[in-house]
């Protein structure tokens, strides 16, 4: 019995690609029927929802640099925001149950100097 080969097999990244694969990598991908793309092309988001999407997980990642830079502890940043550690976790990993402005509150509560906050908006 003959397996069916997929005519199209795609690979997306949560961002541009350009930056992360390097040029003849994607030769040999395209070559290989393989469609290089981003999550948001994927997904068939627009412009203004992936951008969303990057923002989110921006914050995310900034404070879980900026609490480990700090050297707390996820409890330790849980009772600084009067919250939960498992809620911490979910912030650190961009759940999309949390909400911008928790993460930018918390931003704020970790004292995220203002120029470090423009620096985390994806450009």
Known sequence: MKKKIP???SV??????SSFIDRSKKMKLKAAVWKIGSVG???GLSEEEAAYIE???SLSKNIQKRRRSLKLTQKDFAKMIKSSQS????ME???PTVSIDLLVKSLLTLKTPKQQLSRILPR
Do not use: C, W
Request: aromatic residues 10%; charged residues 40%; negative net charge.
């Open 7 to 9: 005519k199209e097999i």
């Open 12 to 17: 997306y990244d949560t961002h541009d690609t």
């Open 41 to 43: 092309e994927f997904l």
């Open 55 to 57: 923002l989110k997980l």
């Open 87 to 90: 809620r911490v976790a979910k």
């Open 93 to 95: 990993s961009g759940d």
